[in-house]
């Protein structure tokens, strides 16, 4: 039977994050009063095909503190260049498959978590999210998801410190802002924002410059899916003013347009024009004492001015560090140890 694995959120019910979040709330009360050996005598893969410094540390420190193993691997950096395509001769730059990568590190670890950004050429090979895929199609052990075309540790991080000032998300406003970047950014983080925030029954808005920055329809309709499952609803709206009145939560995100997609010089006049999606005072006092919150890295007076970043309501820190907690908590259910009890 193969394993369970984490690649994304869209096969895991909201049940069932609800029992990570639960798990990972403990796990953060508990932090610095309890040693925990969940992990002792077990070893984690850490692959990164791009840079990283919350989720690594994140995770490195994490398995520590469980009493784990997690060893770090940079393909064509420390480790051999990796092919991932089936069938292809391999008489490129890679020296060797990920058929053999992964059924190796299944031998000696217990669990491989890959970090595999989009290569920015062609959305339609990116979206097959092959790397990762291929990771899950070899590993006999479980393989989680530090970010590819989804962010879903993000997710949950986000969704755990949401829930701990707002309590109850059901009916609540979760407002999805684009903002400005000087360079086109992958949509993972926004694709797992707009489901997270419609599985756990929040009223989405979606608020991008043009038609052309709405995400990919398995994501919007996946997110509609939910929210109709939940009694909530997800909107795409321009209109940046209606966008933020009365939102509880403004999530901002950066992301280029699918349509140009490899072709980004074209897309740039149409990105330079809406700087002006920064997130500001003046949107957030439009909303509802709003919590703003974003992944981080983050461009301060870029993407959110300084003060909405260093506000009383800004959550950026705090979702940040909840990316300890909610990772120890998956790590625990992935190698096979149940809910911790109350
Ligand atoms: N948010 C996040 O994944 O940060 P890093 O890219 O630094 O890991």
Same mark, same amino acid.
């Given at each position: 039977m193969s394993p369970r694995h984490f690649l994304s959120t869209l096969d895991w019910s909201r049940?069932?994050?609800?029992?990570?979040?639960?798990?990972a709330s403990r796990l953060k009360e508990e932090r610095g009063t309890l040693a925990r050996e969940d992990l002792a005598g077990k070893s984690?893969?850490?692959v990164f095909f791009n840079p990283s410094l919350r989720t690594r540390t994140s995770f490195e420190i994490g398995v520590f503190e469980m009493g784990g193993h997690a060893v770090v691997l940079e393909p064509g950096k420390g480790a051999w260049p990796i092919?991932?395509?089936?069938?292809?001769?391999?008489?490129?730059?890679?020296?060797?498959?990920?058929?053999?990568?992964?059924?190796?590190?299944?031998?000696?670890c217990n669990l491989i978590a890959v970090r595999a950004f989009p290569k920015f050429q062609r959305w339609e090979d990116d979206r097959e999210d092959l790397v990762i895929r291929q990771f899950a199609k070899y590993a006999t052990v479980p393989v989680l998801n530090m970010e590819t075309i989804t962010h879903p540790c993000q997710e949950l991080a986000l969704m755990l410190a949401l829930k701990?000032?707002?309590?109850?998300?059901?009916?609540?406003?979760?407002?999805?802002?684009?903002?400005?970047?000087?360079?086109?950014?992958?949509?993972?983080?926004?694709?797992? &924002?707009?489901?997270?925030? &419609?599985?756990?029954g929040f009223d989405v808005t979606l608020l991008c410059p043009t038609p052309e920055y709405v995400l990919d329809a398995r994501y919007m309709d996946a997110a509609r899916g939910f929210a109709k499952?939940?009694?909530?609803?997800?909107?795409?709206?321009?209109?940046?003013?209606?966008?933020?009145?009365?939102?509880?939560?403004?999530?901002a995100k950066s992301w280029g347009a699918l349509p140009y997609f490899g072709r980004w010089e074209a897309e740039k006049p149409i990105r330079d024009k809406y700087k002006h999606f920064i997130v500001d005072e003046r949107k957030m006092a439009l909303t509802d004492r709003g919590y703003f919150s974003h992944c981080l890295p983050m461009r301060r007076n870029v993407k959110a001015t300084d003060a909405v970043t260093?506000?009383?309501?800004?959550?950026?820190?705090?979702?940040?560090?909840?990316?300890?907690?909610?990772?120890? &908590?998956?790590?625990?259910r992935l190698v096979g140890l149940s809910g911790i009890s109350p």
């Open positions: 049940r069932e994050l609800e029992g990570v979040l639960a798990d984690v893969a850490l092919e991932y395509r089936d069938g292809v001769v391999m008489d490129g730059e890679a020296e060797e498959h990920v058929a053999e990568v992964a059924r190796v590190l299944s031998r000696y701990e000032k707002l309590g109850t998300t059901d009916g609540k406003k979760f407002l999805l802002t684009w903002t400005y970047h000087p360079r086109p950014l992958n949509t993972a983080v926004a694709n797992s &924002a707009l489901i997270i925030a &419609a599985k756990f499952e939940q009694g909530s609803r997800v909107t795409v709206t321009h209109d940046v003013d209606a966008a933020y009145s009365g939102a509880h939560v403004v999530y260093s506000s009383p309501q800004s959550l950026v820190i705090e979702e940040a560090e909840n990316r300890l907690h909610v990772q120890k &908590a998956l790590l625990r």
